[in-house]
């Protein structure tokens, strides 16, 4: 973008103003967002995680405790294929999306579908958004499930422009749901630390990995492993001497990589849970409440430089057309010739 600090030049101006014609980004032609309506409404909790980690057991048991303990949540499903969600959603993308319809309509496999009905749900979800608004001061949270294709929701242009849109107007935040059974070999907890940490760059959202499972499965080694890389190489090396393979190059690559995540473990927030038993339910919520002010920090700054930033460009743009239009009509006495318009056009010229 051009650097307005060491003054314009006429190429500096004629790009910001195509810059300024360009279709704004989703969030960033939002004035009416005041930083004091995102610290004040409810938090957003996206809900994302591999297939079977346990999301959707994961969302009802947040319903049951919000109704055992008085909590006041908010709760949409944004997974078409779900055969049952045992709560009722207060906002269901099933009740206005035909999921079987689509694979029977589109010749789509599951998966085709899937996107497909995000799609579809992501042109209505400036309603949905008008209904968060209204209710902001009924609830402390809105919970949001998502598809248990993972990269159906996290890399999709529509997932994409839904986070955006609850981002843009709630304090939102992720919890990366784990399998824990699942990951306790170095090679899976590798493999799932760095899906989160892709999620972490792509969603820039404060981010809480809650270990689910825990009622079957042990969290602690993992989290030794992110407080100390040293532990981390013990188990690898353990691991490798049982593999056939032995310590070769995907052990090293773990081995290095695990350095680069120490970093990203650092801003990790971490629970361990059971979506069965209820465990670590009460510390869950604590996390989500307190990513606010993580939002507040990261995002939200983000967000409000880049308001701030739009109303400036839409200031200059406003200050220049004043300016022509003041010139003008100083010069109303100027001679009208046909034409002149175009030719000025062809010849890269602007008018007086
Ligand atoms: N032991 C135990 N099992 C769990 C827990 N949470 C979920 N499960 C089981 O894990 C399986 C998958 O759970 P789901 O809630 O369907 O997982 P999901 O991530 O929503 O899966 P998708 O439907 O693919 O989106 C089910 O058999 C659950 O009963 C838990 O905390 N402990």
């Known amino acids: 973008m051009a650097d307005f600090s060491l003054g314009p030049s006429q190429a500096d101006a004629d790009a910001f103003m195509r810059e300024a014609q360009q279709k704004p980004e989703i969030n960033d032609d939002d004035e009416t967002v005041a930083p004091d309506h995102r610290s004040e409404g409810p938090v957003v909790t996206i809900l994302i995680g591999m297939a079977g980690s346990g999301k959707t057991t994961l969302f009802h048991r947040l319903h049951y405790d919000a109704q055992e303990k008085g909590r006041r949540c908010y709760f949409v499903n944004l997974d078409p294929a779900v055969l049952e969600v045992p709560i009722e959603p207060q906002i269901d993308i099933r009740d206005t999306i035909d ?28 309603d949905v958004m008008t209904i968060l608004e209204k209710r902001k001061n009924d609830y402390e949270h809105i919970i949001v499930d998502t598809p248990g294709q993972i990269e159906a929701f996290t890399w999709s242009a529509s997932g994409q422009l839904i986070a955006e849109s609850l981002a843009s107007t709630f304090a939102t935040n992720v919890v990366y749901v784990v399998d824990t059974p699942r990951t306790s070999a170095p090679a899976t907890f590798m493999s799932n630390m760095v899906y989160a940490c892709s999620i972490l760059h792509k969603y820039r959202l404060p981010l809480t990995a809650a270990f689910n499972k825990c009622d079957v499965a042990d969290h602690k080694p993992m989290f030794d492993w992110m407080e100390d890389f040293e532990a981390f190489h013990e188990a690898l090396d353990r691991s490798s001497q049982d593999s056939p393979d032995g310590a070769g190059y995907v052990t090293s690559l773990h081995r290095s990589m695990s350095l680069v ?56 743009i406003a200050a220049e057309d004043l300016a022509r239009l003041q010139r003008d009509m100083a010069s109303d006495d100027s001679e009208i010739v046909p034409g002149a318009a175009s030719q000025a056009a062809k010849e890269g010229r602007r008018l007086p």
């Open 261 to 316: 995540l120490d970093e990203f473990y650092r801003v990790l927030d971490r629970v361990a849970v059971s979506a069965v038993d209820g465990s670590g339910i009460d510390e869950l919520y604590e996390r989500m409440t307190s990513s606010r002010a993580k939002y507040d920090e990261t995002y939200g700054r983000e967000l409000e430089q880049r308001i701030a930033k739009n109303k400036a460009k839409r200031e200059k």
């Open 99 to 126: 999921y079987k319809g689509i694979m029977t309509e589109y010749k789509l496999g599951p998966n085709g579908a899937i996107v497909t009905a995000l799609n579809l749900f992501a042109t209505q979800f400036a």
